[in-house]
């Protein structure tokens, strides 16, 4: 099984500095990189702020706060950041061609026994792997929005994939202190198929008048007991970010189910993304 360090974390956005927040936090020796200027200090800065918050409440002391940031050093150049790292987590767009760009570059660049993990939520590993000299090194690391709260991780496998790769990527998830389940290289895994449908079908429900977005939520945060409901988790995942999914997972399976409706369509157009412009189905307050 890999022993791993240090953990580079490619991406600094909302999910890669989570992924880089969590690393640190688990002992890790974390390198955050994103190839627009700025990006990763601007990453490191939403860390510190979730820290402080954590502090605030208690839940950490500054001391642990201080040593979490000490561990991470953010760098503007990838392959910088990559260079000597034992897993590389990437954490940039859903874009199938962005992604295997990169990993063909990190694969020409790192020692052959670094693991390459994906974070995507819907596009196929193998393809990803196929980019690469080493495919059996290569999987999903699928993380949950926000990073430091949500304790599943999906790992991705692929035919592939080696089974001591699986291993130690399911071995980081564990001492990130998150609850990993194994899943096969499908379209849309197990969690974003089964979060889309029920997230779309909510936006059609809402289209026909069925009931108000908040009304179609509480019948699943009462009623069902989910934690969150189907529309405002659209709305803290992306809208943009549900209408690729959507529009994928339509295409690779043939199934009309994932067609996007047209309400995500227009909210999209209209920059309406959810929290992070801070409208989508629901208004969100700035900051």
């Known amino acids: 099984m890999t022993d791993v360090a240090t953990v580079a974390v490619i991406g600094a956005g909302t999910m890669g500095h989570g992924i880089a927040q969590v690393a640190a936090q688990a002992g890790y020796a974390v390198r955050l990189s994103d190839a627009v200027p700025g990006a990763a200090q601007s990453g490191l800065a939403r860390v510190r ?35 000597g790292a034992d897993l590389v987590v990437e954490a940039i767009p ?12 990190l694969d020409a660049s790192m020692p052959e026994a670094a693991l390459l993990a994906t974070n995507t939520s819907s596009l196929s590993v193998a393809a990803i792997a196929a980019a690469t000299r080493r495919p059996a090194r290569v999987l999903g690391m699928h993380f949950f929005n926000p990073v430091h709260l949500m304790k599943l991780v999906e790992i991705v496998t692929h035919t592939g994939a080696a089974p001591a790769s699986v291993a130690a990527a399911v071995g980081v998830a564990r001492r990130l202190g998150k609850e990993p389940i194994v899943v096969k290289d499908s379209p849309g895994f197990a969690s974003s198929r089964l979060g889309l449908a029920l ?4 936006m059609r429900m809402l289209e026909e008048g069925v009931a108000t977005a908040v009304d179609i939520d509480r019948a699943m945060t009462l009623g069902y007991n989910h934690p969150v409901g189907p529309l405002r988790l659209t709305d803290l995942v992306g809208l943009d970010v549900r209408l690729a999914i959507a529009r994928y997972l339509a295409r690779t399976l043939g199934d009309e189910r994932f067609a996007p409706p047209p309400i995500l369509e227009r909210l999209v157009s209209e920059g309406k993304l959810g929290r992070k412009t801070g409208q989508g189905f629901f208004a969100w307050p700035e900051g």
């Open 49 to 83: 702020r979730n820290l402080d918050g954590a502090v605030e409440r208690g839940k950490l002391t500054p001391a642990e706060r201080d040593t979490t940031l000490a561990r991470i050093a953010v760098s503007d150049s990838v392959l910088e950041a990559a260079g």
């Open 199 to 202: 997230g779309l079908e909510a």
């Open 94 to 105: 859903e874009d199938l061609e962005l992604k295997r760009e990169l990993f063909a570059r």
